[in-house]
């Protein structure tokens, strides 16, 4: 038996004990399987991004996740995950935009884009977070295969010492197999591009985008928050591609 396979196993469990336990959410997500094909055009411009306006609160329709104090509700004997604000670690219409600068660098859709720095940028865009929103209905089986005991996870402890990273692995991907149905709502409004002078450039109106199906699930309500920073990457992805597209016709 191989000394490491018992720092390995140790070191996959505490990954997911840290995953699991952790209050605080954030807004993220890997770029780094973005790779725009050479044959992408990049609209050769610096642009420096401004801190979305979070108008989230004022959606009367959404405004629950503001006052909430728990990240599950109930109603009709179903229990509902929602992502909650006050779970947020930062600053959540910051982490959005910091996310749109990293996947707008690493599509290529400018030349450079940099967050709230206007030096060495000629233009800049500004806009409106109206909703990130995600609700996910959780399963009996979800809440039943949750509720973990210390032996449970001594077994993929011992998984791992015998069968090495992969057997922990498996063992451990089997606390997460399960899905439920959820909705998740992503709109920016008022995105617009502005010559640095002020001059509008182009207004790319309003980009709105809802997600319905069934995603992973836990019964601790951590999912939905990683559920809808998967779905920003797609909306983003798109968001990016309707942007260059926009812009190809304008000459700079």
Same mark, same amino acid.
């Given at each position: #038996?191989?000394? =490491? !396979?018992?720092?390995? $196993?140790? @070191?996959?469990?505490? /990954?997911?004990?840290?995953?699991?336990?952790? %209050?605080?959410?954030?807004?993220?997500?890997?770029?780094?399987?973005?790779?725009?094909?050479?044959?992408?055009?990049?609209?050769?411009?610096?642009?420096?991004?401004?801190?979305?306006?979070?108008?989230?609160?004022?959606?009367?329709?959404?405004?629950?996740?503001?006052?909430?104090?728990?990240?599950?509700?109930?109603?009709?004997?179903?229990?509902?995950?929602?992502?909650?604000?006050?779970?947020?670690?930062?600053?959540?219409?910051?982490?959005?935009?910091? #996310?749109?600068? =990293? !996947?707008?660098?690493? $599509?290529? @859709?400018?030349?450079? /884009?940099?967050?709230?720095?206007?030096?060495? %940028?000629?233009?800049?865009?500004?806009?409106?977070?109206?909703?990130?929103?995600?609700?996910?209905?959780?399963?009996?089986?979800?809440?039943?295969?949750?509720?973990?005991?210390?032996?449970?996870?001594?077994?993929?402890?011992?998984?791992?010492?015998?069968?090495?990273?992969?057997?922990?692995?498996?063992?451990?991907?089997?606390?997460?197999?399960?899905?439920?149905?959820?909705?998740?709502?992503?709109?920016?409004?008022?995105?617009?591009?502005?010559?640095?002078?002020?001059?509008?450039?182009?207004?790319?109106?309003?980009?709105?985008?809802?997600?319905?199906?069934?995603?992973?699930?836990?019964?601790?309500?951590?999912?939905?928050?990683?559920?809808?920073?998967?779905?920003?990457?797609?909306?983003?992805?798109?968001?990016?591609?309707?942007?260059?597209?926009?812009?190809?016709?304008?000459?700079?």
């Amino acid at each position: #038996m191989h000394t =490491k !396979h018992y720092f390995t $196993a140790i @070191l996959i469990i505490a /990954t997911i004990l840290f995953t699991s336990c952790s %209050s605080s959410q954030y807004v993220i997500y890997s770029v780094a399987s973005i790779t725009p094909s050479d044959t992408i055009k990049t609209i050769p411009i610096n642009v420096n991004m401004k801190m979305l306006t979070d108008n989230r609160a004022n959606n009367e329709d959404f405004r629950m996740l503001f006052s909430a104090n728990s990240r599950k509700a109930k109603n009709d004997n179903k229990v509902f995950c929602f992502n909650v604000e006050k779970y947020y670690k930062d600053i959540v219409s910051k982490e959005v935009t910091q #996310m749109l600068v =990293k !996947h707008f660098n690493k $599509a290529k @859709l400018f030349a450079n /884009t940099s967050y709230n720095d206007d030096i060495g %940028s000629n233009y800049y865009i500004t806009g409106t977070l109206n909703c990130l929103y995600g609700m996910q209905e959780i399963s009996e089986n979800v809440v039943v295969r949750e509720k973990m005991k210390k032996e449970d996870i001594a077994t993929i402890v011992a998984v791992g010492v015998i069968f090495g990273a992969i057997g922990a692995g498996i063992a451990g991907a089997e606390l997460y197999k399960y899905k439920s149905p959820a909705k998740i709502v992503i709109e920016i409004a008022d995105l617009k591009l502005f010559r640095k002078d002020g001059i509008l450039i182009k207004d790319f109106g309003v980009f709105r985008k809802e997600y319905e199906g069934n995603f992973p699930a836990n019964a601790n309500c951590k999912c939905i928050y990683e559920n809808i920073n998967t779905k920003l990457k797609e909306f983003n992805t798109e968001l990016t591609e309707m942007i260059r597209t926009e812009l190809l016709a304008v000459s700079f």
